[in-house]
């Protein structure tokens, strides 16, 4: 059980190129997260799905794209990679039956993704 | 919309010694969750301690437990018997339920140093 998954964990990009994250989850969760964090921000919601084939804006949403072709990924696109979207991002899983265990949320371990 | 603030950018307590974490909320909602986790080094996002705002006893874990004053909105943390594991980031997040899925709020995070 390897809980949520991101991929890559660290990756550079030039102003302008595409890339895109991975998040997988193990744990048949129904919601499924995209945060950013930054210094002094804390974390921010990006995008987020509460199920197969449907996402939903968050906080955070412009610059960014995703999808949810199945529900045990979700997938975090930047079609044009900028400077401000230089940060750390988490993909997080939940599900209700989990509501009252001792993790409601389920978190990787984060991509640290710098733009130059 | 909800939002959950977080005062205290950076404190400091001695090892052994207590030490209180503030984290006020606003929101509409009646019936929400409250979180406290633990973000070390390593980043990852470690659940510390959970409310349910309907239960008026607050919650206690071990060496945690918050003070939870509904009406004020306010959720804190302390900390007894502090020791150097302690030493983190630490976010205050609220959750509501919704129709459309569990959405979270995190704070922008308290950088906690335990010092020996």
């Known amino acids: 059980n390897a809980g949520v998954t991101q991929t890559p964990k660290f990756r550079v990009l030039k102003t302008g190129q595409s890339m895109t994250l991975l998040c997988a989850q193990d744990?048949?969760?129904?919601?499924m997260y995209w945060y950013r964090q930054d210094p002094g921000m804390g974390l921010r919601l990006i995008h987020y799905?509460?199920?197969?084939?449907?996402?939903a804006k968050g906080e955070v949403p412009d610059g960014y794209n995703v999808s949810r072709l199945k529900k045990q990924n979700f997938l975090l696109g930047l079609e044009s990679a900028a400077p401000s979207q230089t940060s750390v991002y988490f993909c997080?899983?939940?599900?209700?039956?989990?509501?009252?265990?001792?993790?409601?949320?389920?978190f990787g371990d984060g991509t640290r993704l710098s733009i130059l | 919309a909800q939002t959950v603030t977080q005062s205290q950018p950076e404190m400091s307590v001695q090892e052994a010694e207590t030490v209180t974490l503030s984290c006020t909320y606003d929101?509409?909602?009646?019936?929400?969750?409250l979180f406290w986790y633990k973000q070390p080094p390593s980043r990852q996002m470690i659940l510390v301690i959970r409310?349910?705002?309907?239960?008026?006893q607050n919650a206690t874990e071990n060496r945690f437990s918050v003070n939870f004053q509904k009406a004020a909105k306010s959720f804190s943390l302390k900390i007894s018997d502090s020791q150097l594991g302690d030493t983190a980031m630490y976010f205050c997040?609220?959750?509501?339920?919704?129709?459309?899925?569990?959405?979270?709020?995190f704070g922008t995070g308290t950088s906690l140093t335990v010092i020996p």
């Open positions: 744990m048949n969760h129904e919601y």
């Open positions: 409310q349910e705002a309907y239960k008026q």
């Open positions: 799905s509460v199920g197969e084939g449907t996402t």
């Open positions: 997040a609220f959750m509501k339920l919704t129709d459309t899925g569990n959405q979270f709020y």
């Open positions: 929101t509409s909602e009646n019936n929400y969750y």
């Open positions: 997080a899983s939940s599900s209700d039956r989990e509501l009252y265990s001792n993790q409601p949320q389920h």
